[in-house]
């Protein structure tokens, strides 16, 4: 009796995305083959990892964000937060604003900071 050919797999005809953590150190977190797919295991992967660090070790929001700051001191403005004040670190303001607020507004306050991430999306070519 003849044995069935195992089907060929299909290549992905563009590049193959891999999630790795920021600074392209360590393994590949997850692989695909859509951006998007990739871009939204990102923030899966980063919102996971924001419930452990806070994101002024070392920074200001001005550093963290690609606009300046802007959106980030719009989102603290909506949420009726205060900056720190005069004298305090936003290291220690951090920790006071997480005591007091919701998992939901700190992901407002980090999503405003969008030049940080625990995580990066690479796109590799295939190779034939």
């Not at 299909?10 to 193959?16: I, L, N």
């Not at 452990?52 to 009726?80: H, I, K, N, R, Y």
């Amino acid at each position: 009796m003849a044995r069935a050919r195992k089907p060929k797999a299909k290549r992905p005809a563009g590049p193959v995305v891999f999630v790795v953590q920021a600074g392209g150190r360590g393994v590949a977190e997850a692989v695909f083959v859509d951006r998007a797919a990739a871009e939204a295991h990102r923030r899966v992967l980063d919102r996971a990892a924001r419930a452990c660090v806070g994101p002024f070790d070392p920074g200001t929001p001005e550093s963290q964000s690609s606009d300046g700051g802007s959106a980030f001191w719009a989102a603290l403005t909506a949420l009726g937060l205060d900056a720190p004040g005069k004298g305090q670190e936003w290291r220690d303001w951090w920790e006071a604003v997480c005591a007091r607020t919701t998992a939901d507004q700190r992901d407002v306050l980090w999503d405003a900071l969008d030049a940080w991430h625990f995580y990066d999306v690479v796109e590799v070519p295939l190779e034939e």
